[in-house]
């Protein structure tokens, strides 16, 4: 299963990653200067939307190109039978902010209160119901995960709120009836 394979792609890579340089001063006072050197202008904070793309693919992602429609720029990843995108926000010139994961799922089974119970229950990952569009139309379970972006840090910052938003997209998946659990094994 592709997903299983991705996982551990994301599992891989976050055992590998070598933790960033810790930032240290020296205890004392600062050298003195006859000059105010004017603050560096700050550079825009986040990741690339290509950066964060291509990081996805590195890790084993089947992830479609750029899109850009209607204002938002995302990409869409096929994870095994599940699809979601990647929506990039708070970006300037193609260097964005935060990142949101977001999945929908249909079907007869979903309701509010479905929806609810999973938020009541579960961290991270959060969702909200919406109906369907004509009478009798599936409604549908909408589940994210914003994730904020730094400088400085790289790619690397994508690996552990990747890892919370494909360890745990199967379990809403399943709670909204997506996937059906196996039955046990008769005794």
């Given at each position: ?25 020296t ?12 603050p560096?202008a ?18 084993g992602?089947?992830v ?31 260097v ?6 977001m ?32 009478a ?7 589940v994210?995960?914003?994730v ?27 709670h ?12």
């Open positions: 299963m592709i997903h299983r394979r991705f996982a551990a792609a994301l599992a891989t890579a976050a055992l590998l990653a070598a933790p960033g340089a810790a930032l240290a001063a205890p004392g006072a600062m050298p003195q200067t006859s000059y105010q050197a004017a560096a700050p550079a825009q904070a986040g990741l690339a939307v290509t950066a964060v793309r291509d990081w996805l693919v590195s890790v992602a089947t479609s190109e750029v899109n850009r429609a209607e204002g938002r720029i995302s990409v869409t990843v096929n994870d095994g039978p599940m699809t979601w995108l990647v929506f990039f926000n708070g970006c300037e010139a193609d964005c902010g935060d990142i949101q994961y999945a929908a799922f249909s079907n007869a089974t979903i309701t509010p209160e479905l929806v609810n119970q999973w938020n009541l229950e579960h961290r991270f990952l959060k969702a909200y119901y919406t109906p369907g569009t004509t009798g139309a599936a409604g549908t379970a909408i994210q995960y914003d904020l972006l730094v400088n400085g840090v790289g790619t690397e910052q994508l690996i552990d709120p990747t890892s919370v938003w494909v360890g745990v997209l199967p379990t809403f998946a399943t909204v009836g997506f996937f059906v659990p196996e039955a046990a094994p008769a005794q």
